[in-house]
């Protein structure tokens, strides 16, 4: 049971440039989420999405788009990678209910130059 | 809104130290509430949680109990040991679709 797989682990893009994660589950999970992680700040939703098919924006979701045509894939776009996305950016997925918690991926570590 | 406060860190201890990390939550109901601890270089894993009030969750020798008349659910281990180094991160679950999260506490065990 792998559980959540990110691809890549690293990554370095220079401003301008564009890129897709991917996160990946294999439990039949309804909810995935996009956060990014940055020193002093926590984590920050990005987007997220509750069922194939639908997405929807988080804290943070400006600079990124995001696409759900399998249940279990959740990818993230950058368009036009900026410095400021300079992170770690982790996904989770969950079932559906408030007594779930989330099982994350291991992160994706990116660096805009 | 709902929101979860922690305390800040870092925290250094001793191994065998006593280990309190505060939380305390907001929220117009109640909550779910978990514990999350990362590891340097992995991701977020889940510790313990508690779903309604006076649930204790526990995991590992770390407890928390869900305290609905404080609005906490601190983190307690009797013994820490150098391998408990790591970020703990409280965080809260209402009806919606996505958890709140606290920033995040250090905590460094040294021998």
């Known amino acids: 049971n792998a559980g959540v797989t990110q691809t890549p682990k690293f990554r370095v893009l220079k401003t301008g440039q564009s890129m897709t994660l991917l996160c990946a589950q294999d439990?039949?999970?309804?909810?995935m989420y996009w956060y990014r992680q940055d020193p002093g700040m926590g984590l920050r939703l990005i987007h997220y999405?509750?069922?194939?098919?639908?997405?929807a924006k988080g804290e943070v979701p400006d600079g990124y788009n995001v696409s759900r045509l399998k249940k279990q894939n959740f990818l993230l776009g950058l368009e036009s990678a900026a410095p400021s996305q300079t992170s770690v950016y982790f996904c989770a997925s969950r079932r559906q209910g408030v007594n779930y918690g989330y099982t994350f991926g291991s992160g994706t570590r990116l660096t805009v130059v | 809104g709902d929101s979860v406060t922690q305390m800040e860190g870092p925290v250094t201890l001793s191994e065998e130290a006593f280990l309190t990390i505060n939380c305390t939550y907001t929220?117009?109901?109640?909550?779910?509430l978990f514990w999350y601890v990362q590891y340097p270089g992995e991701g977020l894993q889940l510790l313990l949680k508690a779903t309604k009030a006076d649930d204790k969750g526990s995991n590992k020798g770390f407890e928390a109990t869900y305290r609905k008349e404080t609005t906490s659910f601190h983190l307690e281990k009797g013994s820490v040991q150098v391998s408990d180094s790591a970020v703990y991160f409280c965080a809260s679950l209402f009806t919606g679709n996505q958890f709140y999260f606290g920033t995040g506490t250090s905590l460094t065990v040294i021998p």
């Open positions: 999405s509750v069922g194939e098919g639908t997405t």
């Open positions: 439990m039949n999970h309804e909810y």
């Open positions: 929220a117009t109901g109640y909550p779910s």
